[in-house]
């Protein structure tokens, strides 16, 4: 069977980080970034004092782009999401062995419109572990790193190459997300139920497993895909005969939509019947 080219459709349904962090981190003290582009660029959401937010900013982990990262500068930069990480989460390691042996998938990379990446900080639970006399609080993680994060709601499209039934290998990943949603959940009751939690927490909380509930309950014809950085091992992976809610685990948050970062949905994939299309990229 020949590759076939289709075009899609990728919303964010929440915030998306990707960012080659482990040697791309853009630092205050080496001149790579302004006080005043932290101030300009940082999202205020949940702040209560903006300025006092970005003033303690030491570390900026950017977006995928092209060229190079330093210095600091959204306004030039080529941003993307990589081929390679929607492939990935297309094709996950150990859930679609079957797929992946018979069939060939290239992904290309989608470019970013510099206007919908935004500077943010993380928020996450923290201090989960049980028996603590102090509840747990969502607040802000490591105030001095700001990630570059393409913001919620956006719409792109996208093209792939694929050799085999296309519907089949998105229901696979499809399942997949679900499985790790759901052990999220599993997760997030112990939370809830079993540790002391702060009352604007526990509202948070609550939203967040009917929110994640909804994805899991929506029978629309679609493929939700977990993208990107800064999900917890309760989102990294399937485990099986574990209950996964005592199992540690980060919870990241995106607080204005109440979703784990990095939930995203492939819609409307179609297929081109241009003949001459070529793969370009891994």
Excluded at 16 to 40: N, Q, T
Excluded at 65 to 87: D, F
Excluded at 191 to 205: F, G, R, W, Y
């Amino acid at each position: 069977m020949s590759l076939q080219r289709y075009q899609y459709r990728l919303k964010t349904l929440s915030k998306l980080a990707m960012s080659p962090r482990d040697h791309e981190g853009l630092y205050l003290a080496a001149k790579e970034f302004k006080r005043e582009d932290v101030i300009k660029h940082l999202s205020s959401e949940g702040a209560s004092d903006e300025s006092d937010k970005a003033n303690k900013v030491n570390i900026i982990y950017p977006f995928y782009q092209y060229g190079a990262y330093s210095p600091y500068n959204p306004i030039k930069a080529e941003y993307y999401i990589p081929g390679s990480s929607l492939k990935g989460a297309l094709l996950p390691k150990g859930v679609n062995d079957t797929v992946k042996r018979s069939s060939r998938l290239m992904v290309d990379d989608i470019p970013v419109k510099g206007m919908d990446v935004r500077l943010n900080q993380l928020n996450k639970l923290q201090n989960m572990s049980e028996g603590r006399a102090e509840p747990i609080v969502l607040k802000e993680f490591f105030p001095n790193v700001a990630v570059e994060m393409l913001e919620a709601e956006c719409d792109y499209t996208g093209e792939l190459f694929y050799e085999g039934d296309l519907h089949t290998m998105l229901q696979a990943a499809q399942q997949q997300t679900m499985c790790k949603l759901a052990q999220f959940i599993d997760k997030l009751g112990v939370v809830s139920d079993e540790i002391l939690v702060d009352e604007n927490t526990k509202q948070h909380v609550d939203q967040l497993k009917k929110n994640i509930q909804s994805l899991i309950d929506d029978d629309r014809d679609r493929c939700i895909l977990l993208l990107g950085g800064y999900k917890g091992l309760a989102l990294s992976g399937e485990f099986k005969n574990v209950k996964f809610g005592k199992v540690d685990s980060a919870v990241y948050v995106d607080i204005k939509k109440d979703l784990p970062y990095g939930v995203v949905e492939i819609v409307d994939c179609q297929e081109w019947s241009d003949p001459s299309a070529n793969p370009k990229l891994t």
